[in-house]
């Protein structure tokens, strides 16, 4: 899942995106409110971590800016104050949670967890795909009751994969979730993963689940033989 950290705290920024890659997030940083509104406008991002007190635009102007065109992606709001008027004013701009500083990594990421299964439908916290099982609230695979040891960016991948189970999911749409912005987009980076996850979740099985649309993408789904068109 890929996340947008909108805070003019340097170090925090930087202490936020470790904890977040560390499990499975692609994270980009936006310094002030402007350049937290355009990246929101140019990205699809799967949640927003906005602080209130931003230079430039505060949070409040952002989140306002960003529902006002109808971008729709969750945000978690961040400030200093607790007061039941700053949290209403900071849910009235658009916020769809608000966490007050100082605060655990830990409760961020339930909370992170909690926006994501909020949707427009309910996502469930165990994935299962055949004998393929995903859970995402302790990031574990397994398959045929085997637990299958990924990298962060290997889990991220095969979630998103796990998460559109049957879809075809484009190149464009993989890198977009999976990868942050300083990603080349002309490297070979997701066919080296696509192959390494084929190696881990479908090496010595009888059914591959990880298949190739040539010209379209990639799917995880529990198809019949033959109906892969090909590796990565």
Do not use: C
Not at 4 to 12: G, K
Not at 51 to 58: E, I, K, M, T, Y
Not at 97 to 107: C, Q, S
Request: glycine share 8%.
């Amino acid at each position: 899942m890929r996340i947008l950290i909108a805070e003019d705290d340097a170090l925090l920024a930087s202490s936020l995106a470790k904890a977040l890659r560390e499990n499975a997030y692609a994270v980009d940083i936006a310094p002030d409110g402007g350049t937290a509104e355009v990246q929101a406008a140019v990205n699809d991002y799967d949640a927003i971590v906005l602080d209130v007190a931003l230079p430039g635009r505060s949070g409040l102007d952002v989140a306002r800016a960003l529902r006002g065109r109808d971008i729709r992606t969750p945000i978690l709001m961040l400030t200093a104050r607790d007061t039941t008027r700053d949290k209403v004013a900071g849910l009235d701009a658009g916020a769809d949670d608000y966490l007050t500083k100082p605060f655990e990594i830990a409760e961020l990421l339930a909370r992170l967890r909690a926006l994501q299964r909020r949707g427009h439908t309910v996502l469930p916290e165990t994935i299962s795909v055949a004998d393929l099982t995903v859970d995402t609230r302790s990031q574990t695979v397994r398959r045929g009751g085997k637990r299958i040891r990924l990298t962060s960016r290997e889990y991220a991948m095969l979630e998103l994969l796990a998460r559109h189970a049957g879809e075809v999911m484009s190149r464009a749409d993989i890198t977009a979730h999976v990868w942050d912005e300083n990603h080349d987009p002309f490297s070979n980076a997701l066919e080296v993963y696509i192959g390494r996850l084929r190696r881990k979740v479908d090496a010595g099985t009888a059914k591959p689940l990880i298949h190739t649309r040539r010209g379209a993408g990639y799917q995880l789904a529990d198809l019949g033989e033959g109906d892969d068109d090909g590796r990565a």
